[in-house]
């Protein structure tokens, strides 16, 4: 089993920064890639950034260029850096790590951005 433990959500400016952890446990061997999806209230949940086993990443347009993902040494934690933060950047943020054929989520954490 997978465990996924995030954290660095909160009530932020916009204009401001935050950054996201989420830290992997369990049996995390294998791993195929490592990402951040959110949900806003009555959307559905979207992929924000994910990065690779070999470190290739990949971002949703709404956010290029002001969102990092690194996961430093391919060890068994995420990071999402998020700057410029604008009010429709407010969701729960979700990590989420594929390995093989399997997918696990994390339990999610709030970030609220206000204008």
């Known amino acids: 089993q997978v465990q996924l433990v995030e954290s660095g959500g909160g009530l932020v400016q916009a204009g401001g920064s935050l950054r996201l952890s989420c830290a992997a446990s369990g049996s995390i061997s294998s791993i195929n890639a490592m990402g951040w999806y959110r949900q806003a209230p009555g959307a559905q949940r979207e992929l924000v950034a994910i990065?690779?086993?070999?470190?290739?990443?990949n971002y949703a347009d709404s956010v290029k260029g002001r969102f990092t993902i690194s996961r430093p040494n391919a060890k068994n934690t995420v990071y999402l850096q998020m700057n410029s933060l604008k009010p429709e950047d407010t969701a729960v943020y979700y990590c989420r790590l594929t390995k093989l054929s399997d997918g696990y989520w994390g339990q999610g954490t709030q970030v609220t951005v206000s204008s």
């Open positions: 990065i690779s086993s070999g470190g290739s990443t």
